[in-house]
T-cell receptor, first 116, second 112 residues
Framework: AQSVAQPEDQVNVAEGNPLTVKCTYS??????LFWYVQYPNRGLQFLLK??????LVKGSYGFEAEFNKSQTSFHLKKPSALVSDSALYFC??????????????FGRGTSLIVHP | DADVTQTPRNRITKTGKRIMLECSQT?????MYWYRQDPGLGLRLIYY???????NKGEISDGYSVSRQAQAKFSLSLESAIPNQTALYFC???????????FGSGTRLTVV
């Protein structure tokens, strides 16, 4: 079975500081990992994904994520936060070894608040 | 125009009423999904469809039904709405590869 955890309900950071939003996962095989962002009154938007290859993945809006197999983590990072980054962030995992539907499992979401 | 369009954007309905939420897409994707979002619970899968003749239950399908009218259209029905179905509902599409989902803007449903 696949699962994903976002241990923080909310992350607060000052504008200009680096930010990290944490995600850990559990799968039986090698994971496919995704990050999505949800701005107020909007649907989720795809940010980035890890399928294979380089452990550091770069995505939209200056975000990046680091895949760490030994720690089963896929933390989302940005070197310098903007107030406009304030949103709800979702991590998702898909286990290609699970067979069948390959439906990803989403985390519960982390609210990022960037203070001016 | 949006790639995935959901109608209505907001709806208030009474307990016991039947309501349909509609989703249409211009992505050309075969796979379509209905999710429910509740605060603190994240996204939970209600139903999904991999093509017009394929409908599958998700983790929380009780009280819901779906219809895949065409490749581009996937509707969600609440046969007899109840207050705990008050939530934000999202339609999403994907292809068969490893790309991410494309989500609609959501329907905020309130059952009173």
């Amino acid at each position: 079975a696949q699962s994903v955890a976002q241990p923080e309900d909310q992350v607060n950071v000052a504008e200009g500081n680096p930010l990290t939003v944490k995600c850990t996962y559990s799968v039986s095989g090698n994971p496919y990992l995704f990050w999505y962002v949800q701005y107020p009154n909007r649907g989720l938007q795809f940010l980035l994904k890890y399928i294979t290859g380089d452990n550091l993945v770069k995505g939209s809006y200056g975000f990046e994520a680091e895949f760490n197999k030994s720690q089963t983590s896929f933390h989302l990072k940005k070197p310098s936060a903007l107030v406009s980054d304030s949103a709800l962030y979702f991590c998702a995992v898909r286990d290609p070894a699970s067979g069948g539907s390959y439906i990803p499992t989403f985390g519960r979401g982390t609210s990022l608040i960037v203070h001016p | 125009d949006a790639d995935v369009t959901q109608t209505p954007r907001n709806r208030i309905t009474k307990t016991g009423k039947r309501i349909m939420l509609e989703c249409s897409q211009t992505k050309g994707h075969d796979r379509m999904y209905w999710y429910r979002q509740d605060p603190g619970l994240g996204l939970r899968l209600i139903y999904y469809s991999f093509d017009v003749k394929d409908i599958n239950k998700g983790e929380i399908s009780d009280g819901y039904s779906v219809s895949r009218q065409a490749q581009a259209k996937f509707s969600l029905s609440l046969e007899s709405a109840i207050p705990n179905q008050t939530a934000l509902y999202f339609c999403a599409t994907s292809d068969i590869g490893v790309k991410g989902y494309t989500f609609g803007s959501g329907t905020r449903l309130t059952v009173v």
